[in-house]
């Protein structure tokens, strides 16, 4: 199965799967994601703004806020062939994008101090998925956006949360792909072979 074939079954899947198990698998993905030690150990933690029936990370977003955490979000490049990381304070500062997702308000300088542009070793990003493989193989949305973020920001370790559901055993692996460290669904936390 191509990878375009792949994203297009399991988003059918994801978008049927049932509004309230989705807010209760997210719930327990974040309890898990802030028990785990390289996130409570993180001095800056990137982190997606979900729609539809991604897992949810609004939650998570405030509670990373409130253990003091410099929390960023992606806010795609005026040209829309990139995105930064942008430190937010509050989540009723993000605005709806061009492309219909929330994110942080343009930063008033290019250089800005709230750019994560400088992020390093210690810091995690966490990333959504479509599908995702024990061993760390991340099926994204097709745009390349976090492949090429974390092909920029090596050190940062990359933690994927997916459903149960979204797990799968083989994702056909380009050149660009980037892995992830870890995978976090419902039930466990995966160190994959990239950890």
């Not at 074939?5 to 509004?19: I, K, S, T």
């Not at 539809?52 to 405030?62: Q, S």
């Not at 490049?77 to 937010?88: F, K, L, P, S, V």
């Not at 250089?111 to 479509?130: E, H, M």
Request: aromatic share 4%; with cysteine.
């Amino acid at each position: 199965m191509t990878k375009a074939e792949l994203r297009q079954q399991l988003r059918r899947q994801r978008a049927a799967l049932d509004p309230q198990a989705v807010r209760d698998a997210s719930r327990q993905i974040e309890e898990r994601v802030l028990a785990m030690d390289v996130v409570r150990q993180a001095p800056r933690v990137c982190c997606y703004v979900s729609i539809g029936a991604e897992v949810h990370t609004h939650r998570l977003i405030e509670s990373l806020l409130a253990m003091g955490k410099i929390v960023a979000a992606p806010r795609v490049t005026h040209d829309g062939r990139a995105m930064d990381m942008i430190e937010i304070r509050r989540l009723d500062e993000l605005v709806k994008s061009r492309l219909g997702l929330l994110e942080p308000p343009a930063p008033p300088e290019v250089n800005s101090s709230r750019g994560l542009d400088s992020a390093s070793a210690g810091d995690v990003c966490l990333t959504p998925c479509v599908a995702v493989t024990q061993h760390g193989d991340r099926l994204g949305m097709g745009g390349g956006f976090y492949d090429r973020w974390l092909a920029e920001h090596e050190t940062v370790t990359a933690i994927a949360l997916a459903f149960e559901s979204q797990v799968v055993e083989k994702i056909a692996v380009e050149p660009h792909d980037r892995p992830v460290q870890w995978v976090v669904t419902e039930s466990r936390c995966i160190a994959t072979s990239h950890a």
